[in-house]
Every structure is written in structure tokens, then in C-alpha cells.
């Protein structure tokens, strides 16, 4: 699945010519075709393993994504009737090139200011070696995703990493089957998140395409930087991250849709956390054993490991399983797994931001 190279859509200036005020480029200025042949070329190998031993692996992750959706059902209610379908099992090349056909496809309707077609060929090769780099890091390391947006029709792909669950089996020194099966509680919970809700996907893709449409020139970032930096030296307890440095050179239209995009995103990951340690030790009997070890890990690794998932935003990223998933559980510990469900009711029953830390706030609001 080699993605093609996107054009300057929407720009008629000519290639020497800036273009007219109000002219606009549809996408971002990626080189999608480069990002993916790099993250290929930069990924390291997967561990080693028998072709017998692989092979198994992949046939029991497949039946496992399928099998770990009707659990998630059977816990949250939601879905009844819709197909449980295996998931594509691959290795970390494949999944670089699935997640750069997925990006394409939902930055494709964000509208940013045209460019010369020679600047945007240059902007657009160094963005595919950066954005190539970021996912060759990645890539030895996730260990499942569902793309709403990927496979062959473009609507939703489950994708789970052989050679990650395999390597993170073994560092974790727990038991191959559960460890795999509660994986793909985690995807398959993604999937019917977006199967489940009909308005959500494309939800999801508005929130994301209005937060580039609405990017600013460099210079009115460059301005609010010395307050940035300020703000961020005066912060106390919290470490300062890529997040939140993002947030504070936002402005205000900015920042009101990466709210939403941020609270929706904490919901989603933070509520298969929840469902995936809730579908119990029925399940996966060594669930309690897993979590822990697991939540070690993503808190472990060497100082540059640390180093590169913090400029990368990946710690705010497990903060955000860690919101989400408390809210699950004091609405859940209130009233009950329907009374979570509302959040699935409309955009308007999303919680909020603040409402993710205070869940009692978000119950009052909703009734």
C-alpha cells in the first residue's frame, strides 16, 4: 500500500508566482511517498523468531481482534449487530505505511494559505524525512492502532505490530496469549468507538482539519514565544512538555477546537484503557499482573528514550490514558456503563477538558 504523492491541489499560481490573496492549498505540505520509503528505511529489524512461531503469533492475534471486540461489547453495550472482524496483522514497515496513508487521508480537506509550488516542493520533502524519522521511531514500539480512516475503501483499518506484541511479551515477562487478547481489547475498543457512533469519525476529521485550517503565520507564533518560554520556566510540579508549548503559542481560535480535539482524544484513549482492564480477569486471568507491568513500562527506558518521547509529545499522550481512563471510572462508579454511553450521544454530550478532570461536573451537566 504505497501512498501517492499529493499535488499542490487547489493552487493555480503560477510555479514562479506567489499566489493570489485567499488562494489555498488542500493538505498538508507532506511528501507522503518520502515519509513512507524513510520510516521504512530507518525501522529497525524486529526480534528474532522462528517462521513457525511468527506465523502462529499472527493467525492467534488475528482471532484474537475479532474475539477481543465481542468482549468489549458484552462490557460497554454498544455495537450489537455490526460484523467482528479479524484485524491486519503486520510487521513494523507495514504499519509505517498504513499510518502514512491514514495521515494523508485525514489532513487531506485541511485548507492552508497557497504557496509557490517550488517552496511547497521543498517544504513538503523535508516534512516526509521528518515525519518518516518520527514513525521509524514509533514503529518498534506501538503496538496496535486502529486508523478510522485507513484500509482500502478509507473507512477504518485495525492494525496490530507482531513483532512488538512478541518484543513486549518478552520484556515484560508475561503470558503470550493474555498479553496479546488484552492488546487487542485495547484496538478493538478504538474500532467500535468509531463503528458504534456514527457521527464520530467524521467528528473527528472536522476537529482536526479546522485545527489546520486555522494555523497562523510563523510570525505571529514568533511573537508569543518569549511569553511561552516565561510561562513555561514558571510552572511548578508539572514538567513542561511539547503539549504544552504547543498550547501556549496557539491563539485563541486555536486553542478553543485543540481543546475539543484534545478531550475528545483523551476520552478515546482513555476509555479502552478502561474497557480493556474491565472486561476482567474472566478474560485475561493475569490482567492485574499485565497493567501493572505494562504501566512500568510506558514510565521506563533509557534517559534519551525518555528524552525523545517527551519532545515528541508521547508523555503527555500517557498522561491523557491516565485522565480519560479516571473518568471512565468515577462515571462508571456513579452510573453505571449506560450512563457513560451518553458521552456517545452527540458532540454536545462529549465532556470537556475541565469536565475530564472533574467527572462530577460533566454528570451534572448532562443530567
Known amino acids: 500500500m504505497q501512498p501517492e504523492t499529493p499535488g499542490p491541489a487547489g493552487s493555480t499560481a503560477p510555479d514562479a508566482v506567489p499566489p493570489a490573496s485567499g488562494a489555498v492549498d488542500h493538505g498538508l505540505p507532506v511528501n507522503w511517498t518520502l515519509a513512507s520509503t524513510t520510516a521504512t528505511r530507518l525501522m529497525q529489524p524486529g526480534p528474532r523468531t ?8 499472527v493467525e492467534r492475534l488475528r482471532a484474537d481482534s475479532a474475539r477481543a471486540e465481542g468482549h468489549v461489547r458484552e462490557v460497554t453495550g454498544l455495537g450489537a449487530g455490526l460484523p467482528l472482524l479479524p484485524a491486519d496483522v503486520l510487521d513494523r514497515a507495514a504499519w509505517a505505511r498504513a499510518a502514512v496513508a491514514g495521515m494523508d487521508a485525514l ?16 517544504t513538503s520533502a ?5 515525519l518518516g524519522a518520527l514513525l521509524a521511531y514509533l514503529g518498534a514500539r506501538v503496538l496496535g492502532q486502529y486508523d478510522p480512516f485507513g484500509g482500502p475503501d478509507g473507512t477504518g483499518r485495525l492494525m496490530v505490530v507482531a513483532p512488538n506484541v512478541h ?8 503470558d503470550g496469549a493474555q498479553f496479546g487478547l488484552w492488546v487487542c481489547l485495547h484496538e478493538a475498543t478504538h474500532r467500535l468507538q468509531f463503528t458504534a457512533v456514527p457521527w464520530l469519525r467524521d467528528h473527528f476529521a472536522d476537529l482536526v482539519g479546522g485545527l489546520l485550517s486555522l494555523q497562523e ?3 505571529a507564533k514568533l511573537a508569543r514565544l518569549p511569553d511561552a518560554i516565561r510561562s513555561l520556566r514558571s510552572e511548578k510540579g508539572e514538567p513542561a512538555d511539547v503539549l504544552a508549548l504547543v498550547e501556549l503559542l496557539q491563539g485563541p481560535e486555536q486553542r478553543a477546537v485543540l481543546d475539543r480535539l484534545l478531550a475528545l482524544s483523551t476520552l478515546l484513549e482513555g476509555h479502552a484503557d478502561h474497557v480493556m482492564d474491565a472486561v476482567g480477569p474472566e478474560v485475561v486471568p493475569d490482567v492485574a499482573t499485565i497493567r501493572a507491568r505494562f504501566t ?8 534519551v528514550d525518555r528524552l525523545l518521547r517527551s519532545l515528541l509529545g508521547v508523555e503527555a499522550k500517557m498522561r491523557q490514558y491516565a485522565v480519560g481512563a479516571a473518568f471512565c471510572r468515577e462515571v462508571t ?17 462529549l465532556p470537556t477538558r475541565a469536565e475530564l478532570a472533574t467527572p462530577a461536573d460533566w454528570l451534572r451537566r448532562v443530567g
Open 296 to 303: 512500568e513500562r510506558r514510565r521506563g527506558g533509557g534517559l
Open 126 to 130: 523535508g516534512a516526509g524525512v521528518q
Open 217 to 219: 503565520p510563523d510570525t
Open 50 to 57: 522462528t517462521p513457525a512461531a511468527a506465523s502462529a503469533l
Open 107 to 122: 489532513t487531506s480537506g485541511a485548507e492552508l494559505p497557497a504557496s509557490p509550488r517550488p517552496l511547497r516542493a521543498v
Open 333 to 349: 462508579d456513579a452510573v453505571g456503563m449506560a450512563g457513560l454511553n451518553r458521552v456517545w450521544e452527540s458532540p454536545e454530550t
Open 167 to 174: 518484543a513486549a511479551t518478552q520484556s515484560l515477562d508475561v
